[in-house]
T-cell receptor
């Protein structure tokens, strides 16, 4: 069936560099996408979201890009810090309420 | 702390026992969701409430699972006759439909281990 997925399961980044985490989706009817960060032993933490009528949205040190033509979503983290080490999930909202998550990308920040 | 809270944080039980988890949503959030997350996977939707009404249940939610939200505030998730396959993190989230995006905010989860 249709699902949200991530391109790479792991990403290693040098502290201070920018990180890019990618996500592909296949449900063209999805109209809302969210990025969550999950640290070990904790619940997912909301980072940023974007509606399908937008192609870019910026937050504090984070930017989400949406390319509906190729059904691709990315999260960019500027000046990656050790505290950014976590698992990152993209999620798609379908049917107005429930979220469908991909498997996640584990980001490790090297000192 | 005004975020979503869950209790207990950890639960170890023997196969066949019943367990109950509690979720307290963010105040004034009218929607409450339950998800299950297994190791290395993203959360999977189980069920959701709008106020006290349970509006959808996933096929993942077998007859041994029941959820309630009696007064439209806190919710409980009960698993009867637990099986080893029930071992997972059970996450609760809440949202407010009056906002523009109905963003779901998650609690810390209850980690269940069935021996």
């Amino acid at each position: 069936g249709e699902s949200v997925g991530l391109h790479l399961p792991t990403l290693s980044v040098q502290e201070g560099d920018n990180s890019i985490i990618n996500c592909a989706y296949s449900n063209s009817a999805s109209d809302y996408f969210i990025w969550y960060k999950q640290e070990s032993g904790k619940g997912p933490q909301f980072i940023i979201d974007i509606r399908s009528n937008m192609d870019k949205r910026q937050g504090q040190r984070v930017t989400v890009l949406l390319n509906k033509t190729v059904k691709h979503l990315s999260l960019q983290i500027a000046a990656t810090q050790p505290g950014d080490s976590a698992v990152y999930f993209c999620a798609e909202k379908r049917s107005g309420y429930k979220l469908s998550f991909g498997a996640g990308t584990t980001v490790t920040v090297r000192a | 702390d005004t975020g979503v809270s869950q209790d207990p944080r950890h639960k170890i039980t023997k196969r066949g026992q019943n367990v109950t988890f509690r979720c307290d949503p963010i105040s004034e959030h009218n929607r409450l969701y339950w998800y299950r997350q297994t190791l290395g996977q993203g959360p999977e939707f189980l069920t959701y409430f709008q106020n006290e009404a349970q509006l959808e249940k996933s096929r993942l939610l077998s007859d041994r699972f029941s959820a309630e939200r009696p007064k439209g505030s806190f919710s409980t998730l009960e698993i009867q006759r637990t099986e080893q396959g029930d071992s997972a993190m059970y996450l609760c989230a809440s949202s407010y439909t009056g906002g523009s995006t109905d963003t779901q905010y998650f609690g810390p989860g209850t980690r269940l281990t069935v021996l």
